[in-house]
């Protein structure tokens, strides 16, 4: 299958503070790119869905001010959490599919604590 | 009610049993059923995915999807250890793979 790097794979960051992920193809170009929130123990939630050079689509009840998303190229989308505060942490997954594919291909998820 | 309901386990099986992961649903209207299998700390890989109702065997794997009761199933032959697991079910209706509905997944441990 299809390689989706995702990083940092785990970061701590202090209350108010924003945090970067980045989530890349790194053998396809992803024309859609999905972002999910998953708790323990709980469902993938999908965030919000971007595709190449358009702004992303945020589903109900997600801050898009808040968890701000580019994809600024066909291999790269980023997620923002910005002004973080304890309740955001959580596992943050990526994930990317090709052009006419079927198939999405996810990250390897992003542990964020914000203490 | 969720759309998609899923044990959350854990199940515990020696090596060499048979194991059978199940998804219930409540929308009509999903035509695509996936498996997905996440380490610990990674992110899901998708194992098999079927269209609408039947069967589908990879290797070891078999996915079934039964519409008029909103169930789907996917049997693990021969397990070992190495499939210890979450096994995660997703859907999507027709023509809209940009919204997939996920179970919550049953972590599965195979005991040598």
């Known amino acids: 299958g299809a390689v989706v790097s995702q990083h940092p794979s785990r970061v701590i960051c202090k209350s108010g503070t924003s945090v970067k992920i980045e989530c890349r193809s790194l053998d396809f170009q992803a024309t859609t790119m999905f972002w999910y929130r998953q708790f323990p123990k709980q469902s993938l939630m999908l965030m919000a869905t971007s595709n190449e050079g358009s702004k992303a689509t945020y589903e109900q009840g997600v801050e898009k001010d808040k968890f701000l998303i580019n994809h600024a190229s066909l291999t790269l989308s980023t997620l923002t959490v910005t002004s973080a505060h304890p309740e955001d942490s959580s596992f943050y997954i990526c994930?990317?599919?090709?052009?006419?594919?079927?198939?999405?291909?996810f990250g390897q998820g992003t542990r964020l604590t914000v203490v | 009610q969720k759309e998609v309901e899923q044990d959350p386990g854990p199940l515990s099986v020696p090596e060499g049993a048979i194991v059978s992961l199940n998804c219930t649903y409540s929308n009509s209207a999903f035509q695509y059923f996936m498996w997905y299998r996440q380490y610990s700390r990674k992110g899901p890989e998708l194992l098999m995915y079927t269209y609408s109702s039947g069967n589908k065997e990879d290797g070891r794997f078999t996915a079934q999807v039964d519409k008029s009761s909103k169930y789907i199933s996917l049997f693990i032959r021969d397990s070992q250890p190495s499939d210890s697991a979450t096994y995660l079910c997703?859907?999507?209706?027709?023509?809209?793979?940009?919204?997939?509905?996920f179970g919550s997944g049953t972590k599965l441990n195979v005991k040598p």
């Open positions: 994930s990317a599919r090709g052009r006419g594919g079927f198939e999405a291909f």
């Open positions: 997703a859907m999507s209706v027709q023509n809209n793979f940009n919204k997939f509905y």
